[in-house]
């Protein structure tokens, strides 16, 4: 599959990029994350629990996947999960402790829930609540053209 129709694949998905709220731990959360991405990998799919201080952070989010998705195709990834590539190359990083001690979920109060899985609520059963609706929706051609203009400088 040549670059530009891989970025297609990778992008032709809907994100979720809400604000939730947890009913149980966090780290129960995070393992029902982490038991879906490892199921989701093959696909590309995967949800990304973060510090909602990064509500603002969609098009960075979606740079930092498309970068993930291509070190994971081209074997240059430091990560197996797509969900942790991403946020290496999200927060700059090259190790996953320090990737999660500056952008990780810092409250249990919320988070920031960036995924491309399809009825992602769905996934955690009733374990989340929205706080705040931020973008569900697919990316529009517009967004792509923009993303394609910014990455041509970041992507590997």
């Known amino acids: ?75 240059t990834n430091q990560s197996k999960s797509i969900a942790f590539e991403t946020l290496l190359f999200f927060n700059n990083e090259n190790s996953i402790t320090a990737a999660l001690e500056k952008s990780g979920v810092k409250s249990e109060k919320s988070f920031l829930l960036f995924s491309n899985i399809t009825d992602v609520e769905k996934a955690f059963s009733n374990n989340i609540k929205l706080i705040r609706n931020i ?6 051609e517009q967004e792509i053209n923009k993303l394609s203009k910014i990455t041509s400088n970041k992507i590997v």
């Open 135 to 140: 973008k569900i929706e697919p990316l529009n």
């Open 1 to 75: 599959m040549e670059e530009y129709e891989f970025v297609n694949f990778l992008t032709n998905k809907e994100f979720t990029f809400n604000i939730y709220e947890s009913k149980v731990s966090l780290s129960e959360i995070i393992k029902i994350s982490e038991k879906i991405n490892l199921k989701n990998s093959k696909d590309y799919e995967f949800i990304l629990i973060i510090d909602p201080k990064y509500a603002t952070s969609y098009p960075e989010l979606i740079i930092s996947y498309l970068n993930a998705g291509l070190s994971l195709r081209n074997k």
